[in-house]
Antibody
């Protein structure tokens, strides 16, 4: 059973880069589509984007080109970077695995527990 | 694609039949999923492809609909079902979620 664990700084200064890692256990990072989702305090869910080791990725235009995702097969991890952060990027960040079917994209069947990131000086 | 859930919250009792709706701003065929989220926890996938029950999810949960109108039904509400429910469309990028429906104790 695939399990996911997010890690990274819980506090980031405005204008700096938010960097998070999701470590995959119980499966290979090369085998699935991986997503990042965030949830601002007391708010709903916002999809950030996805990455696959085959090179495919797609990011939410709402983040205005500030997102970079990558996969590290040697460490069985994938990562998220959000540049030029502001207070509006304060949120719980989740990594998630997409359901495997013959078509894509699909909903997310496995989620990490989430990590809170606060943007503040 | 915008997803509008209704109601935004509801009060119900154990044993009640609960229905939550999700309306898409344009047709999404059957590319809709439903999640349950409890405070401080990650969402849990309940339904995918509008009506397919995710493995391990109790059969009291069911989904229906296609095109623009979808429904999540809980046939007999259990104590562990008090939570917030979200719909999500996977028809096109960017993937989007509904605003959520909070199911509270009556």
């Amino acid at each position: 059973q695939v399990q996911l664990q997010e890690s990274g700084p819980g506090l980031v200064k405005p204008s700096e880069t938010l960097s998070l890692i999701c470590t995959v256990s119980g499966g290979s990072v090369s085998s699935y589509y991986w997503h990042w989702i965030r949830q601002s305090p007391g708010k709903g869910l916002e999809w950030i984007g996805y990455i696959h080791n085959n090179g495919y990725s797609n990011y939410n235009p709402s983040l205005k080109g500030r997102v970079i995702m990558s996969v590290d097969t040697s460490k069985n991890q994938f990562s998220l970077k959000v540049t030029s952060v502001t207070a509006a990027d304060t949120a719980v960040y989740f990594c998630a695995k997409e359901v495997v079917t013959a078509t894509a994209p699909n909903p997310f069947d496995i989620w990490g527990q989430g990590t809170m990131v606060i943007v503040s000086s | 694609i915008q997803l509008t859930q209704s109601p935004s919250s509801l009060s119900a009792s154990v044993g009640d039949r609960v229905t939550i709706t999700c309306r898409a701003s344009q047709g999404i065929s059957s590319w809709l999923g439903w999640y349950q989220q409890k405070p401080g926890k990650a969402p849990r996938l309940l339904i995918y492809a509008a009506s397919s029950l995710q493995s391990g999810v109790p059969s009291r949960f069911s989904g229906s609909g296609s095109g623009t109108d979808f429904t999540l039904t809980i046939s007999s509400l259990q104590p562990e079902d008090f939570a917030t429910y979200y719909c999500q469309q996977t028809n096109s990028f960017p993937l989007t979620f509904g605003g959520g429906t909070r199911v509270e104790v009556k």
